[in-house]
């Protein structure tokens, strides 16, 4: 049985520092699963990075062969840094990597708040991405979540954890989501 009052379509943004390694696997994981067949929940899918490092790159090629290696072949993506205003106003979930993209994410959202022609509503919902891991996190007294450590500067070990790490929280998302836990 259908609900008359069926949910729109949300917009995904996943965000980390330089939109090369961890946002993008993120964003090529969620595209796996949401895209073929489409997902009638996910309207808009993008990454982005706080950090201005690697504008236009294409993803850390590590990164691609990950996503290759686990049959995700079709990815493209250039790396763009985060625009406050109009990513908060595109995007219904702006989820960060790790608590560092977290604290900066959300003072960027704050400021935006203190300007007098935005509310609260007009702004999308800025998360950690591992809340939606079930682990408690490290530090912080009944709150779930775990970072995605930046494998940049690691082996390929690094990028097969944050892989696994964004099938599981991207499956968990959308179950959430799909639940009406979401709104």
Do not use: W
């Amino acid at each position: 049985m259908s609900d008359s009052k069926s949910p729109k379509p949300v917009s995904v943004l996943f965000v980390c520092l330089g939109n090369i390694c961890r946002s993008t696997m993120a964003e090529g994981v969620f595209q796996s699963l949401t895209t073929n067949p489409p997902h009638p929940l996910i309207s808009t899918i993008d990454s982005c990075g706080t950090g201005a490092y690697h504008l236009g790159s294409s993803p850390d090629s590590r990164t691609m062969a990950t996503l290759r290696k686990n049959g995700i072949t079709s990815y493209r993506h250039s790396a763009r840094k985060f625009s406050p205003r109009s990513d908060l106003e595109k995007f219904d979930y702006i989820l960060a990597m790790d608590d560092e993209n977290l604290a900066d994410l959300e003072a960027l959202r704050q400021r935006e708040l203190k300007k007098a022609d935005v509310d609260e509503e007009s702004l999308g919902r800025v998360m950690l991405f591992g809340e939606f891991g079930g682990k408690m996190r490290k530090g912080r007294r009944g709150e779930k979540g775990e970072e995605i450590d930046d494998p940049y500067y690691g082996g390929d070990d690094g990028f097969r954890i944050a892989y696994e790490q964004c099938v599981k929280f991207s499956k968990e998302f959308l179950e959430r989501l799909e639940r009406g836990e979401l709104s």
